[in-house]
């Protein structure tokens, strides 16, 4: 018993260490003065208030750039899903020749950074396709994502081959066997991409930012940077407005995770099979 309460015992103190720097930048927000000092972080309900998400508002329009961030976020999920699957499911299941050397190319993408390719990228989207300031031109870089065709490449491996054997005597194709037999198995995987990829472009800023001109086409993550580095002065409480921008940007991701977390859990992958 006396292990157990000490091993709660640290986890919730490991918890509220990380949770603090998030419950911090909350109260800033709400704070019509800042205080830098300890005691800002317990501040008086006459120095509450919501002004400061009315300020930055009013510069930035938070509404146009979470409408452009979920535009550029769900574009990017919507690919990784499809073509994750797709290659996952031909790299773990399918027989074909020069399987291995794709799935070794699949893997040596991944050691390649993507500020390497940026430039090249922006010629090529920007001049030769003409889709700077367009959400196409903000998704196309991400719409692929190798990490997640090793995920689900590893998902599909751990499934039983006496299912797809069994389902294939039976007659079914490739797509309704994927369909039906592999992606309610894998579920997890799938909620593991989502977030996963969720997470990168909802927070990217250096590709919105070079491809982007146009204000109002820039996810929220550029439109603050733009803020804090141009207008944030400008306002009565530069901090409270900064921790406002961070607490709308981060809102949704947290959402996301509180909302999915419970089905962070393994399937039995070996249940469809007996003996």
Excluded: C
Excluded at 138 to 146: C, D, Q
Excluded at 183 to 207: K, M, Q
């Amino acid at each position: 018993m006396r292990s157990r309460l000490v091993t709660y015992g640290v986890l919730t103190v490991g918890a509220l260490a990380f949770l603090f720097p998030f419950y911090y930048m909350v109260v800033g927000s709400l704070q019509t003065s800042p205080d830098p000092s300890i005691a800002g972080a317990f501040p008086h309900p006459s120095n509450l208030t919501l002004e400061n998400y009315t300020a930055i508002d009013g510069r930035i329009n938070l509404l146009q750039g979470l409408v452009n961030s979920g535009i550029f976020t769900g574009g990017v999920i919507v690919g990784t899903i499809v073509f994750g699957v797709l290659a996952g499911y031909a790299l773990a299941v399918l027989a074909w020749r020069g399987r291995s050397a794709t799935f070794a190319l699949v893997l040596l993408v991944q050691v390649i950074p993507f500020q390497l390719l940026m430039i090249p990228l922006y010629v090529m989207i920007a001049r030769d396709y003409g889709l700077s300031d367009s959400y196409l031109g903000m998704i196309l870089p991400f719409f692929i994502n190798s990490t997640a065709v090793v995920i689900f490449r590893q998902y599909f491996l751990q499934l039983p081959r006496e299912l797809f054997d069994a389902a294939r005597i039976d007659g079914a194709g490739e797509f309704r066997l994927l369909w039906n037999v592999a992606l309610p198995l894998v579920r997890p995987a799938l909620l593991t991409a989502v977030l996963l990829t969720f997470i990168g472009p909802w927070n990217e800023f250096l590709w919105p930012f070079l491809i982007t001109k146009d204000a109002t086409m820039q996810p929220l993550a550029v439109s603050l940077a733009n803020f804090i580095s141009t207008i944030a002065a400008s306002t009565a409480n530069p901090f409270g407005a900064m921790m406002a921008g961070a607490v709308v940007l981060a809102a949704p991701a947290v959402a996301l995770f509180l909302i999915f977390q419970r089905y962070f859990t393994s399937n039995d992958l070996g249940s469809g099979v007996k003996g």
